[in-house]
């Protein structure tokens, strides 16, 4: 199985998992839907590493450049990003209905609680709900999903880089 294929399934699975657990446990619609963010960055991490150290290794003969390595990165992000596309619109899907109202709930607490007008969160909540579809979900999932994922590859290929050894006269191989 292709290097990237392999990683960019594991990491999408991964963070597909991840993204159901909060939603059942409805973790992902409250206050402490950032603490997500750690395990799925831990796993997104991890996989890039493993993914261009095995491409490194086993395709280009220990030597990578950082282009090489970003290349890498990006594949497994889109993989993986299809992945959970398509988690979200299987999700979306069979409790949509459920999913907006509880971005709507927890929104409109959050809204009075900061001590917003009612008018102004009535006008808000009633634009939001055009937006507020699978198709939508699906289109926000592949752009956040390729976005974020590209900040940590551009980051994680700074490291993962290795130049080519020399040979005797001081020239690469």
């Known amino acids: 199985m292709n290097t990237n294929l392999k990683f960019g399934l594991l990491l999408g699975v991964s963070i597909a998992a991840i993204n159901l657990a909060g939603h059942f446990s409805e973790i992902t619609y409250g206050k402490s839907a950032t603490f997500l963010m750690i395990p799925i960055l831990g796993v997104a991490i991890f996989a890039y590493i493993k993914a261009m150290s095995e491409r490194r290794e086993n395709?280009?003969?220990?030597?990578?450049?950082?282009?090489?390595?970003?290349?890498?990165?990006?594949?497994?992000?889109?993989?993986?990003?299809?992945?959970?596309?398509?988690?979200?619109?299987?999700?979306?899907?069979?409790?949509?209905?459920?999913?907006?109202?509880?971005?709507?709930?927890?929104?409109?607490?959050?809204?009075?609680?900061?001590?917003?007008?009612?008018?102004?969160?009535?006008?808000?909540?009633?634009?939001?709900?055009?937006?507020?579809?699978p198709v939508f979900a699906v289109i926000s999932a592949l752009f956040s999903g390729m976005f974020s994922g590209m900040v940590v590859v551009l980051i994680v290929s700074i490291f993962q880089k290795r130049d080519a050894p020399l040979d005797g006269q001081g020239s690469m191989q």
């Open 59 to 133: 395709e280009l003969g220990g030597a990578m450049t950082y282009g090489q390595a970003v290349g890498t990165g990006a594949m497994v992000t889109l993989i993986a990003t299809l992945v959970i596309a398509l988690q979200t619109a299987i999700l979306h899907m069979f409790q949509g209905d459920y999913i907006t109202e509880l971005q709507i709930a927890n929104l409109e607490t959050q809204w009075m609680e900061a001590g917003v007008p009612d008018e102004q969160i009535e006008q808000t909540i009633d634009l939001m709900e055009n937006f507020m579809n």
